[in-house]
């Protein structure tokens, strides 16, 4: 009501001065003066915004409230202006932060430089023949060996000197020869690891063993192993022992080496008859299949395949692999997004392994598992190479016709790398804990001075020791955790806002003060309007009663 209505009507509202009891209004507990004096005592909701904008620790915003300097209305366009890019950069960054985190969230560091070197395994040393059979272990086959009627005993000769290479399932195959030789194993009732067993035994490859300077008995260290070249010998591979037992085993312990440098390690001295031949021919599988032994360096517990380091040796020379050793370790369950923007996992441990055919993982592993399905997806059955997983699982062995569907689908099996289509889908990871080997080769010529009574003439020597008494050991760790996170973003909001935690909490606490505020105003403004009209109730009551 203005003051100006209020003197015009005053004889209508107010009762003459001298007729009003005065003790009565000054004994009234809420009357005008004090009302006004609690609500200068409780501050309104813009008072509560301009301490907030001269108080905060947000940049900028202060000259948006009463302050001593007047920045006038061009000044808060400018700040506004400024402010807003600020938070657009701040956006951004944040953005582009996330971004990097959901696509590498990892880190790799040294955790060490002097590992020493036994408490990492020594790698496992295959030796794969590709040289072709010589004419004496031909003839000696044949000697005790039945012959089909329909094949001849010079097509037979012929047949036998690159037997173990027209049996690998990865080459390319002569239909006939796949033919007459499947009716000369049926013949004799042998098996295709059989007859390889026969072309190239291991106890006719080495001529002497040595582990850490001391011979040792080759029949009893060096194995018969499978792998994508075909039949082969290893030392220190355990792995197709492991999966004939199945999932739930403890690992067979491989062996490590406490010594060091070139008297240290493995020590095989292969021996001339297969390195040479008599057969003087010069046909198109002699010049693929020279007289030479590849040696595949891999882990005691990861299958010999594609992605392994081959190394060749010759007749005469002196191999020797320096083998320098790098451990990685990796978080569990930590996931990361790949280029098709879906979650996968940066590790995978043994107990979490996914692969249905071989009970440990490793990134080899796991694309040998994936070649074994796609073959038996397409053909029905496994090669030879996969026997232990045939074993195991129950799958039919591959015989002529399944030989002739893998080569006819060749290209579709010779898996490397990850793929994904309408049929069929091969995705892998790293293992948590790794060791990588990496080797360091050198080849010497051997001269005839140099034989002694432990070599022959024609022989070859390989050496496979540690390079170092100690080696590098890597910790892959999440490049952004929750520390790492909040301080990264932290320093963000720092840089363009110039706030922190603290301005967050200072933000909240506003909001509940202005909340406050907004209530205890209405409230005050309520009992404010119902005071007046009881006070004017008991005035005109007091008076009517005198």
């Known amino acids: ?216 008995d080759c029949a009893k260290s060096i194995k018969f192993a499978r792998s994508v070249y075909g039949l082969c010998c290893s030392f220190n591979y355990y792995l197709e022992e492991y999966i004939r037992l199945g999932k739930g085993h403890p690992k067979p312990k491989l062996l490590s080496s406490a010594s060091f440098g070139r008297w240290g390690g493995l020590k095989l001295v292969i021996s001339n008859e297969v390195l040479t031949s008599e057969d003087n021919t010069h046909d198109f599988m002699r010049i693929m299949y020279n007289n030479n032994i590849m040696i595949l360096i891999h882990h005691g517990m990861g299958f010999p395949g594609f992605a ?106 010779g898996i490397v790398k990850d793929i994904k289509n309408k049929n069929f889908t091969c995705s892998c990871s790293d293992p948590c804990n790794d060791v990588l080997y990496d080797g360091l080769p050198n080849t010497i010529s051997l001269m005839k001075a140099n034989f002694s009574k432990t070599r022959t003439e024609g022989t070859a020597i390989v050496r496979v020791y540690m390079y170092s008494q100690v080696y590098q050991v890597l910790e892959t760790l999440p490049a952004a955790d929750m520390t790492y996170l909040l301080a990264s973003i932290g320093g963000i909001f720092s840089l363009f806002l110039g706030c922190s935690f603290l301005s967050l909490v200072e933000i909240v606490y506003f909001f509940y003060l202005f909340c406050r505020a907004v209530y205890m105003r209405g409230r005050t403004e309520s009992r404010t309007r119902e005071i007046s009209d009881s006070q004017w109730h008991v005035i005109l009551w007091g008076n009517l009663g005198k």
Not at 43 to 51: A, G, H, I, Q, S
Not at 84 to 93: A, G, Q
Not at 108 to 117: L, S, V
Not at 197 to 216: G, H, M, Q, V
Request: net charge positive; aromatic share 12%.
């Open 308 to 413: 392994t380091n081959m190394y060749i040796v010759r007749a005469d020379d002196e191999l020797e692999i320096a083998i320098r050793p790098m451990a990685i370790f990796k978080p569990e369950g930590l996931y990361h997004r790949n280029k098709d923007n879906e979650l996968t996992p940066v590790c995978i441990t043994d107990k979490a392994n996914p692969l249905e055919y071989i009970p440990v993982y490793r990134n080899s592993n796991c694309y040998v598992n994936c070649r074994a399905k796609l073959m038996y997806n397409l053909c029905g059955c496994l090669p030879f190479i996969f026997d232990p997983i045939a074993e195991l699982h129950n799958i039919p062995h591959c015989k002529l016709d399944g030989l002739q569907c893998i080569q006819q689908n060749l290209v579709q099996l």
């Open 1 to 216: 009501m203005s003051k100006r209505f209020q003197r015009k009507d005053r004889k209508f509202t107010r009762p003459p001065i001298d007729r009003i009891n005065v003790k009565s209004i000054a004994d009234f507990p809420w009357d005008e003066n004090n009302t006004s004096e609690k609500n200068k005592q409780i501050p309104t909701p813009r008072d509560v915004f301009n301490d907030y904008l001269e108080s905060t620790s947000v940049h900028g915003l202060q000259y948006f409230g009463k302050i001593d300097m007047k920045v006038g209305t061009p000044g808060k366009i400018l700040w506004a202006c400024t402010i807003l890019i600020c938070f657009v950069c701040l956006s951004l960054m944040v953005i582009q932060f996330l971004y990097r985190y959901n696509q590498n969230p990892t880190n790799t560091y040294i955790k060490t430089f002097e590992a020493p070197i036994y408490q990492v395994p020594f790698p496992a040393v295959t030796v794969c023949p590709v040289a072709p059979i010589s004419m004496k272990k031909r003839l000696a086959i044949l000697e005790n060996a039945f012959l089909p009627k329909n094949v001849s005993r010079e097509f037979l000769l012929n047949l036998l000197k690159y037997g173990h290479h027209i049996m690998n399932p990865y080459t390319v195959k002569n239909i006939e020869y796949l033919v007459k030789l499947e009716s000369f194993l049926e013949a004799n009732k042998w098996s295709m690891p059989d007859f390889l067993k026969i072309l190239t035994p291991c106890e006719e490859i080495f001529e002497s063993c040595w582990w850490s300077a001391e011979r040792i």
